[in-house]
């Protein structure tokens, strides 16, 4: 057993010691082709599930945000160049959105009564990116992995027989629903928008409105969606902590300005 514990210390330590683009360390146990692979089946089982918004003015909204902010994200994360984004707009009253590992974004229509702008609807968009590069579905699989089946990795660690790695295939199943239902946690959604307020600000979106959509998030009553639901950290926290950071953003959005990003999305 001790053998088995070492080599599954060994394994974690030796393929999981990552770092966020924030300068966090993580954990994360899953290669990316596995997390790519469980982004892509939820995104279509989504959309067999939901209703597929076919408003064409609806769809090149959202679209025209989402190309204006991917190249800024590939410059700063070249690893996510190979990313083949794709973006769809569900029917779905909730203001809510979310986006998965392999690139698959999703975002409610009735996110445009809280995100009433472009700007404001950035922020959201690269808030979601940043959960995504910053691999936060992969490391949260890997915690609820380790809380609960440290002993069973270890096995499979030690090479113990298929059926404990299909096992373990199950949970990771099991773990990528969780992840499209459940918030994040606080550091993520921390990480989230400082992401997302660097990606808009130099996509050439105005950075001060990803603190008015925190307003208008704050005065939705009733009952918040998931990625949203966070009652983490709270809204006052998390204005002061983009407000924080706006001096810098304004840097970079000015620059974008006068490099000539413009960008011209309308709903
Ligand atoms: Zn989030």
């Given at each position: 057993?001790?053998?088995?514990l070492?080599?599954l ?6 393929t ?17 082709s596995?997390?790519?692979q469980m982004g892509?089946?939820a995104?279509?089982s989504?959309?067999?599930s939901q ?6 003015n609806?769809n090149?909204?959202v679209?025209?945000i ?7 994200l ?7 160049a190979?990313?083949?984004?794709e ?5 779905e ?5 979310f ?9 409610h ?18 808030h ?19 809380a ?10 030690a090479?113990e027989?298929t059926?404990?790695?299909?096992q373990?295939?199950g949970?990771?199943?099991m ?5 499209v239902?459940?918030?994040f ?7 989230a ?9 130099k996509a050439?979106?105005?950075p001060?409105?990803?603190v008015?959509?925190w307003?208008?998030?704050s ?7 998931p990625?949203f639901l966070?009652?983490?950290p ?14 810098s ?15 011209n999305?309308?709903?």
């Amino acid at each position: 057993m001790k053998k088995a514990l070492s080599l599954l210390i060994g394994t974690v330590l030796a393929t999981s010691c990552a770092t966020s683009p924030t300068g966090r360390s993580q954990i994360t146990l899953f290669p990316d082709s596995q997390m790519n692979q469980m982004g892509t089946a939820a995104f279509t089982s989504m959309q067999k599930s939901q209703k597929v918004d076919s408003n064409a003015n609806n769809n090149r909204y959202v679209q025209c945000i989402v190309d204006a902010i991917i190249p800024e994200l590939n410059k700063v994360a070249p690893k996510m160049a190979s990313t083949r984004w794709e973006t769809k707009v569900f029917v779905e009253d909730s203001p809510n959105a979310f986006a998965l590992p392999g690139g698959k974004i999703g975002v409610h229509t009735g996110m445009f009564k809280v995100a009433t702008n472009a700007d404001q609807l950035a922020s959201v968009i690269g808030h979601e990116i940043g959960h995504v590069w910053a691999r936060h579905g992969n490391e949260r699989v890997s915690q609820g992995f380790l809380a609960q089946t440290g002993m069973q990795l270890a096995a499979v660690a030690a090479g113990e027989p298929t059926a404990q790695k299909q096992q373990l295939l199950g949970l990771l199943g099991m773990g990528a629903q969780i992840g499209v239902l459940l918030p994040f946690s606080r550091k993520h959604e921390s990480e989230a928008d400082e992401i997302g307020l660097t990606l808009m600000a130099k996509a050439g979106f105005d950075p001060r409105q990803s603190v008015a959509l925190w307003v208008n998030m704050s005065k939705v009553g009733g009952q918040k969606p998931p990625e949203f639901l966070s009652t983490h950290p709270a809204t006052q926290t998390r204005i002061n902590d983009l407000n924080a950071k706006m001096n810098s953003a304004m840097q970079m959005y000015q620059q974008a300005r006068a490099q000539g990003k413009r960008p011209n999305c309308r709903l």
